[in-house]
């Protein structure tokens, strides 16, 4: 079964501090993930896109990283701000398939 | 910077009612895409337009649901009649076929069914 999971649930650091979520996915075959950004109450926004080709890919102080090999990604958000509270959704597209397979999303919560 | 337009952005309505949700996708973009998503949760496909066509409904509870695009631009989904389980958040998204994979949501709309 086509399947992102993603870890931890929630998370809760303080401002200026780093942190890291985690993405596992067993959706085959691969073609894409990508990371969003949701704020409450708001749409998806992009912040990375990564083919099987790609490893890393950066997008200011997010970071994203993938192994296909282990159908794993991570995103590493560097020196947190208040704003980067937002719950953050891990997304796998199918080879020859138009639907994407979406994460549960991790909220992240800023504290000053 | 073009957006994806949405209304209404906030819907409170009881229970057997009808609703209707309006999208207005990026200019030039073929596909159009209404998802839901219930809070705590990752969106979930409800119906994709190719231009004015259905391509996947296979998740559109078409019981109670409608969506329809009828000139290919802008895009109506309709709830009739409403239910308790059927508050969300409904995120419109469209996407060029020709500018790669990125899919682009527009600010959502949340209904709230008493």
């Known amino acids: 079964k086509n399947q992102v999971e993603q870890s931890p649930q929630s998370l809760i650091i303080l401002e200026g501090k780093n942190c890291t979520l985690q993405?596992?996915?067993?959706?085959?075959?691969?073609?894409?993930l990508r990371w969003y950004k949701q704020d409450t109450g708001r749409g998806p926004v992009s912040l990375t896109i990564m083919t099987f080709s790609e490893n890393t890919k950066s997008n200011g102080r997010y970071t994203a990283t993938l192994d296909a090999d282990t159908k794993q990604s991570s995103l590493h958000i560097t020196a947190s701000q208040l704003s980067d509270s937002a719950s953050y959704i891990c997304?796998?597209?199918?080879?020859?398939?138009?639907?994407?397979?979406f994460g549960q999303g991790t909220r992240l919560t800023i504290n000053p | 910077e073009a957006e994806v337009a949405q209304s209404p952005r906030y819907k409170i309505t009881e229970k057997s009612q009808a609703v209707a949700f309006w999208c207005d996708p990026i200019?030039?973009?073929?596909?159009l895409y209404w998802y839901r998503q219930i809070l705590g949760q990752g969106p979930e496909l409800l119906v994709q337009?190719?231009?004015?066509?259905?391509?996947?409904d296979s998740q559109l509870p078409k019981d109670r649901f409608s969506a329809e695009r009828l000139k290919g631009v802008d895009s109506t989904l309709k709830i009739q009649p409403a239910e308790l389980g059927d508050s969300a958040m409904y995120l419109c998204a469209s996407r060029d076929p020709g500018q790669g994979y990125e899919q682009y949501f527009g600010p959502g709309t949340r209904l709230t069914v008493t």
């Open positions: 337009f190719q231009d004015e066509s259905v391509v996947d």
């Open positions: 200019s030039g973009h073929a596909t």
């Open positions: 997304v796998v597209s199918r080879q020859g398939a138009q639907k994407l397979v």
């Open positions: 993405c596992n996915y067993t959706v085959s075959p691969f073609s894409n």
